[in-house]
């Protein structure tokens, strides 16, 4: 059977960031149709608004959505170029995790891969701050440089977006329906009729109309209102990872406040607290062990923590994990639907796009056959794998030395550690961690060696001595320390020059 019918169950972020990148790369000679049922009735969950690249990806590649710029106008969205991580390891102990930042080893030996230039800091015991980016976080500043009347924006340095969920999926809509490829129905979904085999034939809507298609993408966040009526289960990470509520206290902006280049995360008594700097305001939340501490004792603690006299806005209960299967006959479950894992960081929407891109780059066609269980077997597996890794990244996060509460103590406890997890941990105690490290059953991943690296550094788990004599080793430890020299030379040209988030900002406000 040929899909020329798509059907997207859910608005939101996710949701029409999936009808965005359909519309990219979907010919519109093919004659596929889209439509979007999105209701009143689902409320966007927008837990975190701070994004990894693959949403400013989106934007850069996709003519109907503007440029970054245009979006960062409308939407008050800001840049970001990583996260400072606050007493993590020990209390008062801190560290940058940039996003980006990678470096080629140009001898080729052992790799082109091998992060000599991290593996050094190690050696040295030193701090990972000396790197452009890093230094733009710490003094709150952008790869942003005024040249006479006009401003010249740097697009090599790796940077994300913080965003304000619902002005994003609004924008994203509108641009979306400007291009008159999709077909938008605000209506509420009552039933979901198949055929014999189990497929998705059509949906009966609260209006009475009914919405047939081909293939089917739920976008419905934790409603899964497609995903419930199929056969299939959870795989929870409530033995790995240990939160399970959000609570969130925004603030409006002062003009005086300064607005950083990075978000926040800060451990705290039974979780940690995060800070996404908007332009008008910032998205502040406690995510914590709901099990440990009522949402009163909660907020009690964050107003000790802020010395303000803060009010939840909204408190979210969620259980980590993911589906077991995300193509399930003619459904695909994307976004909150097809998992969640804590927003520590914010690999939400990057899970949502790779799953998508993966979709539409390796395996659809008009002509998919969707009841081929090989094709779906290896689509699942590998998105398992992805999920089950970033699982995995995070409970890096929690190997902390904090033994101040009954959380810190039993989140950081081997019993939480995966079989994967445990063997990374177990080939680092001998050598440095490389690329070829990262697989699930055989399969790499993407999300990479350099982040697992600085954050591993931030707790202090790698072997100063392990690290120092690989380097020797490899005749790497004299051009390490000349090129973190060079690169320190690189970020001292620059930082000067460059402008201050709030100069940034207050400048392109003037020009919308």
Known sequence: MSVKKIVIVGGGTAGWILASILINKINPKNNISISLIESKDIPIVGVGESTTGQVADVIQNSKHLGSVLEFIKNTGATYKYGIEHIDWSNLGDSF????????????????????????????????????????????????????????????????????????????????????????????????????????????????????????????????????????????????????????????????????????????????????????????????????????????????????????????????????????????IAIGLCSNFIEPLEATGLYTTILQINHFLDNYFTENLDLSNQYIKKDYNDYIASVIDDIRDFIILHYQSKRTDTIFWKEASSKKRWSSEFERKINIWNSRMPRDIDYHHNGRDHLAGNSLWLQVGHGYNLFDSNIAKQELIYYNLYEKAKNDLQEIKNHTNQWIDKALTTNEYYNIIKKRR
């Open 96 to 331: 940058l995790s940039p996003i980006g930042s990678s470096f080629v080893n140009n001898t080729g030996y052992p790799s082109s891969t091998y992060d000599y230039i991290r593996i050094l800091h190690i050696a040295e015991k030193q701090k990972y701050i000396i790197p452009l980016a890093n230094q733009l976080m710490k003094q709150n500043k952008l790869y942003v440089f005024r040249n006479e009347d006009k401003l010249d924006e740097a697009d090599t340095l790796d940077s994300a977006l913080h965003i304000d969920a619902f002005k994003t999926s609004t924008y994203f809509r509108e641009k979306c329906l400007q291009t008159n490829r999709i077909e938008r129905i605000e209506d509420t979904i009552v039933s979901v009729v198949k055929n014999d085999l189990g497929f998705v034939k059509e949906l009966i809507l609260k209006s009475g109309k009914t919405v047939k298609g081909d293939l089917f993408f739920d976008a419905s966040g934790w409603s899964k209102i497609l995903m419930k009526t199929m056969q299939n289960s959870f795989v929870s990470f409530k033995d790995n990872l240990l939160t399970n509520k959000a609570a969130l206290f925004p603030r409006k902006n002062n003009e005086t406040d300064i607005i950083k280049s990075c978000s926040t995360a800060t451990a705290r008594k039974y979780g940690w607290t995060f800070e996404v700097p908007l332009q008008e305001r910032t998205g502040r939340g406690y995510v914590f062990n709901g099990d440990m501490i009522s949402d009163e004792e909660a907020l009690s603690e964050v107003k000790l923590c802020y010395n303000e006299n803060i009010e939840f806005k909204r408190v979210i209960s969620f259980e980590l994990g993911r589906l077991q299967n995300n193509w399930v006959k003619n459904v």
